[in-house]
């Protein structure tokens, strides 16, 4: 095996989050955040030491990356970085998994543009930063939307005209797949399975959240759709709601369309009811202090996951595990307690010492399913997936 270092990026509209690692080991070498891109007080965070530099630009934030990885001797030539693997928001029903990009490749990253507007331009324009800026790399695209490729057809379609989907492919994608897809591994490991013939329920709980029903070690239904808005209440995001609502909306409050999917993406969700932020955390906290409304969002997040756990857990003939993970799946013992005491009716029941210490495995003994916490690393498996295709390209 050759060892690499490959660099794992996730380009926003005004950030660029980054992690080293030296491959095959999957040991991180350094990481960091470039945020307020554009900005003359950019804030450029490598190992926790933040400095606030001018950065006009991504190119200008991926120049500032690369000479301070040199600086601090994290890499002592720019052509050690073999691979870069790039998180991208859509991969529509072309990219079914991880892909080596060429010109081809992203000219059909930005074509899918379309389907995510606020992921897939920034997402493309980052793989072609680097290839300008490092042109000895390898540039690969991690699609959020690959490991749901397997869904079946009558669960992604929508009962909307045939036509739509086949004219415009207005169906279900999903999103955070390589989460789903890491810790149900992770999960399979744990107790020792074969992956191929484990079947899971994940439930991805951070600030955007999903939950995914894996059957074999294929994704078999998620609740994200044709956008992240869909499926469970989130930080700022409704998640499924009667559809009638946004036209009621835009004919009674003459709202622009722009201002409805503004209502629904940003001050929805456990914001929108509780009035008093998207963060569990604060919205918990104000819940104990005996705010109404944030009993009450908390109540319909919990009642959310659950439904979606029980509806996934009809399509399973067998369930090895339910597992949580991300900010609030993987640290709020609350919020996992909340929802299996609504799984009780298939049998789940919570350790709930092992629950408080975040545990592996936080069933109890006579649980007829197990429950588990697995912390998620969509920058590992980038890595992982990159370092693959690249191995296969290269030979030193
Ligand atoms: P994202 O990557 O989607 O932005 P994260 O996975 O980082 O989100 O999760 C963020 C969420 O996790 C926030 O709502 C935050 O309040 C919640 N969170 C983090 N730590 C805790 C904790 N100890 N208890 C409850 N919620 C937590």
Redesign the pocket.
């Known amino acids: 095996m050759n060892n690499f270092k490959i660099l794992a990026i996730n380009s926003g509209s005004s950030s660029l989050k980054f992690k080293l690692y030296d491959m095959p080991a999957g040991n991180i070498c350094v990481g960091g955040i470039v945020e307020r891109i554009g900005s003359s007080e950019a804030q450029f965070s490598i190992n926790d030491k933040t400095k606030t530099v001018p950065i006009e630009n991504h190119e200008n934030a991926v120049k500032c990356l690369l000479e301070e990885l040199l600086e601090q001797n994290f890499i002592n030539q720019l052509n050690e970085i073999v691979g870069v693997g790039h998180r991208v928001a859509h991969g529509g029903e072309f990219f079914k998994k991880s892909t080596v990009v060429k010109e081809k490749e992203l000219e059909k990253i930005e074509q899918l543009g379309e389907l995510a507007p606020l992921h897939n331009p920034v997402n493309a324009m980052g793989i072609k930063v680097f290839s300008e800026i490092l042109p000895q790399s390898i540039q690969v695209a991690v699609f959020d939307t690959a490991f749901h490729q397997t869904i079946p057809s009558y669960n992604y379609l929508y009962p909307l005209p045939y036509s739509l989907y086949q004219k415009y492919k207005i169906r279900k994608y999903g999103f955070h797949g390589t989460s789903h897809q890491y810790v149900s591994q992770k999960a399979a490991k744990v107790m020792d399975l074969n992956f191929k013939e484990s079947s899971f329920i994940t439930c991805h709980l951070?600030?955007?959240a999903s939950i995914c029903c894996i059957k074999n070690g294929k994704s078999l239904d998620t609740s994200m759709g044709f956008t992240p808005t869909d499926g469970l209440m989130m930080?700022t995001r409704c998640g499924s709601i009667d559809p009638m609502i946004l036209p009621f909306l835009q004919k009674n409050l003459y709202l622009s369309v722009d201002e409805v999917e503004h209502i629904i993406n940003n001050e929805s969700g456990l914001l929108g009811i509780s009035g008093i932020s998207?963060?569990?955390?604060?919205v918990?906290i104000s819940a104990e202090k005996g705010n109404p409304l944030s009993k009450i969002s908390i109540k319909m997040f919990v009642k959310r996951i659950s439904e979606y756990i029980l509806s996934y857990a009809s399509e399973l003939k067998r369930i090895d595990g339910i597992i949580f993970t991300?900010?609030?799946g993987e640290?709020?013992a609350y919020?996992r307690r909340e929802i299996c005491k609504q799984l009780a009716c298939i049998g789940v029941r919570l350790n709930s010492r092992k629950n408080r210490k975040n545990e592996k495995i936080i069933s109890s003994e006579n649980s007829e399913v197990k429950v588990l916490v697995i912390p998620t690393d969509e920058e590992l498996v980038i890595a992982k997936d990159t370092y693959k295709l690249v191995h296969n390209l290269v030979k030193v």
């Open positions: 951070g600030n955007g930080g998207n963060d569990f955390r604060d918990q991300a900010g609030i640290h709020s919020v």
